[in-house]
T-cell receptor
Framework: AQKITQTQPGMFVQEKEAVTLDCTYD???????LFWYKQPSSGEMIFLIY??????QNATEGRYSLNFQKARKSANLVISASQLGDSAMYFC????????????FGTGTRLLVSP | GAVVSQHPSWVICKSGTSVKIECRSL??????MFWYRQFPKQSLMLMAT?????????EQGVEKDKFLINHASLTLSTLTVTSAHPEDSSFYIC?????????????FGPGTRLTVL
């Protein structure tokens, strides 16, 4: 069974600083994908970044980067140069590449960016 | 990116009535759509996987007869909450997966907030 764990219910960061949001996962499937989504107060789910289990390099998308450590089964999200608009809930998710390829979410981390 | 719409964005209904929520992929075809429920300050919980032209696959603990899912076309899936009760009040989010090329990204609709009085 797939499981995603986010141990930080809330994180604070000052504007312009970097912040790391933790995510660990568990699966017995060798092929899987890891996702990070941002959910502002409006409720929409915004896709941020994707890392495939066979990808050799860590994924990056603008100010977002994913610190993928396969042996440790961790996929932490790093946000550089935080902005006030980054304040939101952040969810880590995993999808194994078998069956219906369901996306399973962690419990989320609420990030607050202060001026 | 691909766009997924949901209608309505919010709905208030009386206990005992049924509510239908539509999920549409606007600029792509989606053979598979997913329905999630999110309670306040909680994570998204997968309710069911909807495949075009076949019966939906429900997650354990989700009542099939209460949450009716119909995926009649490659761009439309509907969730009907039958005989709604206050405990069904929640934020319902659908998503659709792009199956051609790319990373099989999953795009989410904006959600539907259901309040049952």
């Amino acid at each position: 069974a797939q499981k995603i764990t986010q141990t930080q219910p809330g994180m604070f960061v000052q504007e312009k600083e970097a912040v790391t949001l933790d995510c660990t996962y568990d699966t017995s499937d060798p092929s899987y994908g890891l996702f990070w989504y941002k959910q502002p107060s409006s409720g929409e789910m915004i896709f941020l970044i994707y890392q495939g289990s066979y990808d050799q390099q860590n994924a990056t998308e603008g100010r977002y980067s994913l610190n993928f450590q396969k042996a440790r089964k961790s996929a932490n999200l790093v946000i550089s140069a935080s902005q006030l608009g980054d304040s939101a809930m952040y969810f880590c998710a995993m999808r194994v590449h078998t069956g219906f390829q369901k996306l399973v979410f962690g419990t989320g981390t609420r990030l607050l960016v202060s001026p | 990116g691909a766009v997924v719409s949901q209608h309505p964005s919010w709905v208030i209904c009386k206990s005992g009535t049924s509510v239908k929520i539509e999920c549409r992929s606007l600029d792509f075809q989606a053979t598979t759509m997913f329905w999630y429920r999110q309670f306040p300050k909680q994570s998204l919980m997968l309710m069911a996987t909807s495949n075009e032209g076949s019966k939906a696959t429900y997650e354990q603990g989700v009542e099939k007869d209460k949450f009716l899912i119909n995926h009649a076309s490659l761009t439309l899936s509907t969730l009907t909450v039958t005989s709604a009760h206050p405990e069904d009040s929640s934020f319902y989010i659908c998503s659709a997966r792009v199956t051609s090329g790319g990373n099989n990204e999953q795009f989410f609709g904006p959600g539907t907030r259901l309040t049952v009085l």
